[in-house]
């Protein structure tokens, strides 16, 4: 079983800058694939980033270059650093764990879910 609680989020205007922690419980972390999913009011959940391997990551078209996902598998944490936020951003941040090895944006393939962090970014 695995536990994820995430931190980080808030209010921030465009153009702004936040840093996203998941925090994970568990002996197998880094065996684990790790992702980032947004929800927006009255939208489905999408795909924002994943970790898995070696360091293999993958992030969604609209935020490349603005966000980073990064893990360290001595603390158990995730992180997603996002730079230049906008308005668009807005949403609930879900970190993900995936038990069986390899790259996958699909959110159904996740096993674990945290418990989600809110971003809000004015304009």
């Known amino acids: 079983q695995v536990q994820l609680v995430e931190s980080g989020g808030g209010l921030v205007q465009a153009g702004g800058s936040l840093r996203l922690t998941c925090a994970a419980s568990g002996r197998t972390f880094s065996s684990y694939t790790m992702g980032w999913f947004r929800q927006a009011p009255g939208k489905e959940r999408e795909f924002v980033a994943f970790?898995?391997?070696?360091?293999?990551?993958s992030v969604l078209d609209s935020v490349k270059g603005r966000f980073t996902i990064s893990r360290d598998n001595t603390k158990a944490m995730v992180y997603l650093q996002m730079n230049s936020l906008r308005p668009e951003d807005t949403a609930v941040y879900y970190c993900a764990a995936r038990s069986r090895p390899g790259p996958s944006s699909a959110a159904s393939t996740y096993n674990y879910w945290g418990q989600g962090t809110q971003v809000t970014v004015s304009s």
């Open positions: 970790i898995w391997g070696a360091g293999v990551t």
